[in-house]
């Protein structure tokens, strides 16, 4: 092997010096090879056809094989033109043909280029589309990532606390067998659209809670309450804590807030349609409720019972339960999406308002409507309701900037407030019943004086503030405003402004004092609960 190899090497290296011609056809070879038998040089095409054909050598007829054809490694030769190829209309026949086949292959790569853009479009779509995928499904992991962290602590608080089940009830007649099927679950009760009226004993339940509550304000006068923070001191509270993971991720916005000062609990609705209980001083839930079908905004919490009212744009008001988790009553009362909720002094009732133009007064036990009624003299949608502190009149806003007060007994409007542009967004009475404070898209807020049925004081706001929530601590010293931040005013002639919080990164949607106003909770479209008080 290695003297084939150094013989191949010396005739390789030898035929680089002299002429190349093939001994079959005496030319030179555009492919030249070797044979090892004969030690000629031929042309291969001409060789291998010999060989396929004989199976022996041209020169001396020895057998020769594939094995035995070694290629010769040499520079290319350039033949000369044939003598047709020298006349100027064949060289003019070789340009035309070149020209020919450069516009060929030119069309050609254009094709290639055209098909090649086409699968770069298609690709980069496909690309773009499985970033959209991989974005939503980042999305809903995080969103199900804090359903789970809010799940958690109610899981471990139904694992400490499980719930008891009742003995089966049997009787001498009838003794309960292991074949006896399951009692159904109670179901929800749907109230009927009909209003069956105000009874005698409704209207004197009511007319004895008006005096009781005007004689118990008479005799606290205009002091401020023991316990009561001074403007001084409400400078100094600043954020106590926040909450961003009660409601979903997905459907970002908390859109409305009530206290349950007797158990130190928090209620708010949220555009994940859901409601939920909050322990301020746990810090944790205590319960989601779910069952209306589009955003909750308005939930009222009842200050001696565990019920909670709430509101929808899905036309219903629900009264919950808040020990066995359940909606007790769905009050299909209106045909719009319901503005607004009250709760009447007595606790024992719930006004409600919609865009259908109506409101509605509704008993909470029963869950029927007992009077329905529309303002005949305008035709504009109610857009918030509030009761007075003694129960025996209200307040609405409408959509064409109109404030009314209604006489419930009589169920017409007593007085009309106008001043405003733009719908109201809200209404709130002073807990002493002197003061109405009103808000609309107008970057005011106005306080009227019911005792002269007049506007006692403007309020202007910064340039697009937009006021959510309104509502005064339990004295009527204080009004707080949310909006683009929290802020709070005290009520006197100059009403001052005491202190801002801008923690919320947006707007934020309600507001409401604690007990004494020793904290206040905001809650915000950036889906966070907030407490303020003293360091």
Not at 482 to 490: F, I, L
């Amino acid at each position: 092997v290695k003297f084939k190899t150094l013989q191949h090497y010396f005739i390789q290296s030898n035929l680089r010096t002299m002429a190349l011609i093939c001994s079959l056809s005496n030319e030179v070879p555009e492919v030249p090879v070797i044979s090892l038998a004969s030690k000629h040089i031929f042309e291969k095409r001409l060789l291998e056809k010999y060989v396929a054909e004989n199976g022996s050598d041209p020169i001396n007829g020895e057998p020769l094989s594939d094995e035995q054809i070694v290629p010769l490694n040499t520079t290319p030769v350039q033949r000369p033109r044939p003598p047709t190829a020298t006349s100027i209309p064949a060289i003019l026949k070789i340009l035309q043909d070149e020209w020919d086949a450069c516009m060929l292959h030119s069309y050609t790569l254009r094709q290639q280029l055209q098909m090649t853009r086409q699968e770069l479009s298609y690709a980069l779509y496909q690309h773009d589309a499985a970033c959209r995928v991989i974005a939503r499904q980042d999305k809903e992991v995080t969103a199900a990532r804090e359903a789970l962290a809010t799940l958690k602590p109610q899981a471990a608080m139904a694992a400490q606390n499980p719930i008891p089940v009742a003995a089966p009830v049997t009787t001498p007649t009838t003794p309960t067998t292991p074949t006896e099927p399951a009692r159904p679950e109670p179901m929800e009760v749907e109230t009927q659209l009909v209003p069956i009226g105000l009874s005698v004993e409704v209207i004197k339940q009511l007319q004895q809670t008006h005096v009781e509550l005007t004689s118990r304000r008479k005799k606290r006068g205009k002091e401020m309450p023991e316990g009561l923070p001074t403007a001084q001191q409400l400078k100094h509270y600043t954020q106590a804590s926040s909450h961003p993971g009660l409601h979903s991720a997905s459907l970002p916005g908390i859109l409305c807030l009530d206290l349950l000062p007797t158990s130190k609990r928090t209620v708010t609705g949220g555009s994940d349609r859901n409601i939920v209980v909050f322990d301020k001083d746990a810090e944790k839930i205590i319960t989601t409720l779910k069952g209306h079908t589009k955003k909750v905004t308005s939930v009222v919490g009842h200050p001696n019972e565990n019920t909670i009212m709430s509101a929808s744009p899905d036309t219903h008001v629900r009264i919950w339960d808040i020990e066995s988790e359940s909606c007790k009553h769905t009050l299909r009362i209106h045909d719009g999406p319901v503005t607004g909720l009250s709760l009447h002094p007595t606790g024992d009732y719930v006004l409600s308002c919609s865009a259908d133009q109506h409101w509605g007064f509704s008993d909470i036990s029963t869950g029927k409507l007992l009077c329905k009624v529309a303002d005949q003299s305008v035709s504009h949608s109610l857009t918030c309701c509030q009761f007075h502190p003694d129960g025996l009149i209200f307040g609405t806003g409408t959509s064409d900037s109109l404030v009314k007060i209604w006489d419930f007994k009589e169920q017409k409007s007593a007085a009309n407030f106008p001043g405003h542009s733009g719908p109201i967004s809200a209404i709130a009475f002073s807990e002493n019943g002197y003061y109405l404070a009103t808000s609309a898209d107008d970057e005011v807020v106005k306080l009227w004086d019911l005792r002269k049925l007049k506007n006692f004081k403007t309020i202007s706001l910064e340039d697009k503030y937009t006021v959510r929530g309104l509502t005064f601590d339990n004295s009527g010293h204080y009004l707080a405003v949310a909006g683009p931040d929290v802020r709070v005013y005290q009520i006197s002639k100059q009403c001052d402004l005491v202190v801002t919080w801008d923690a919320h990164t947006q707007d934020a949607t309600d507001v409401r004092f604690g007990p004494n106003a020793n904290y206040i909770a905001s809650v915000s479209n950036d889906r966070t609960l907030k407490f303020y008080m003293a360091s």
